[in-house]
């Protein structure tokens, strides 16, 4: 079962509009169909997300220099099979909810 992390840092809350949730996959093994509809948007200088150019749903986080890139489990229709592993940016989260469900809560990415 793919482990998920929930980001609580202020970007990834003003994308989604709340904490964005996601799992990291190798970019070897990710075929994207369709990449004719994405936009992609550099939200740092070693960070961009993409982005559906029709509906505008965050899609992906992509740090091009890594092997690994950031699915936004909210753009799958149907069931995904993740769970949460982690919280990571917690001293981030906002004020209007709290993480209840048993994972590990961190205030940045842990190590590893």
């Known amino acids: 079962m793919p482990e998920a992390s929930a980001c609580h840092c202020t970007r990834c809350r003003k994308v989604s509009g709340s ?5 990291d996959v190798n970019k070897s ?3 994207i169909s369709g990449a004719e509809h994405l936009t992609w948007y550099f939200s740092s200088e070693k960070v961009r997300r993409g982005f559906c150019a029709t509906c505008g749903s965050p899609m ?5 220099e890594a092997d690994w890139i950031g699915l936004h489990l909210g753009s799958f229709d149907g069931k995904t099979g993740a769970r949460i592993a982690k919280h990571i940016f917690v001293a981030d ?3 209007y909810y ?3 469900d048993g994972a590990p809560q961190y ?3 842990p190590a590893g």
């Open 19 to 23: 904490y964005e949730i996601g799992i």
């Open 60 to 64: 992906f986080f992509d740090a091009p």
């Open 93 to 95: 989260k906002g004020d």
């Open 107 to 109: 205030e940045t990415v």
């Open 98 to 100: 709290e993480i209840c």
């Open 29 to 31: 093994a990710l075929e």
